[in-house]
């Protein structure tokens, strides 16, 4: 699967709305962007749910996060571009658990799930589906924004550390986590909590996210593992 290219898919050409009369200005402007976005018509010409997909798949070029026969939950799954992509390269041999509070279309080769990933029953799902522990947990989650950066930035960042306590009990050593952040850096708790738990934590840009969007992608590599509880412990 390949991204568009500046050379290609209609360079230059702009398809204006038709009715736009009756629209607020903002939706007028994001439906504009979206008839005349590359990686939108090339999803749709490539059957992808979502031009979300490219980026996974530009995210996966650059760090070897998928691999045939490994175990993967994408958390906030819907409506399934970035479980598409998964699901192409894990092959037959692969689990892919695909999970959403919100209701999602089957498909092929991915056990879906209607969840909160919070919930311990839902993590046992989860345990369950994969048949053990995960090598990697995707999520490309975000709240809706609300236009003040400061409080965008907190209520991301907040989502992306839910993630990683969940990947934090689910993934097998040498895992791997993926979450969307913004730009301005992960705040300094998850990084902390990122840098403690992985070998390697890195930040990027893929090239299907919007110039002008402040989106950005943490990728932590090599999950050290849960430390043994010492002796007595235990309740």
Excluded: C
Excluded at 66 to 94: E, F, N
Excluded at 181 to 187: E, N
């Amino acid at each position: 699967m390949k991204g568009p290219t500046a050379s290609g898919g209609g360079r230059g050409l702009t398809t204006r709305l038709k009715t736009a009369k009756g629209r607020p200005t903002g939706s007028q402007l994001w439906l504009q962007r979206q008839l005349n976005d590359p990686y939108v018509r090339a999803a749709q010409a490539a059957g992808l749910r979502s031009r979300a997909a490219f980026k996974l798949k530009e995210l996966d070029e650059k760090f070897k996060l998928l691999k045939p026969g490994s175990r993967v939950v994408d958390l906030g799954a819907a409506p399934g571009g970035w479980t598409q992509v998964a699901g192409a390269i894990l092959g037959d041999r692969g689990k892919l658990v695909a999970l959403d509070i919100l209701p999602m279309d089957p498909l092929p080769g991915a056990i879906v799930l209607l969840g909160d990933f919070q919930n311990p029953a839902t993590e046992q799902a989860v345990l369950e589906a994969l048949a053990g522990p995960a090598d990697l947990v995707m999520s490309d989650m975000a709240p809706n924004t609300t236009g003040h950066n400061a409080t965008d930035h907190l209520r991301i960042v907040g989502l992306a550390e839910l993630a990683l306590d969940f990947a934090l009990k689910v993934l097998a050593p040498g895992g791997a986590f993926v979450a969307k952040v913004l730009q301005g850096g992960s705040a300094k708790e998850l990084l902390d909590l990122l840098k403690t738990n992985f070998a390697s934590v890195k930040h990027a840009k893929p090239p299907a996210s919007r110039k002008d969007s402040a989106e950005l992608y943490v990728v932590a590599q090599g999950f050290k593992g849960r430390p043994m509880e010492p002796p007595g412990e235990r309740a």
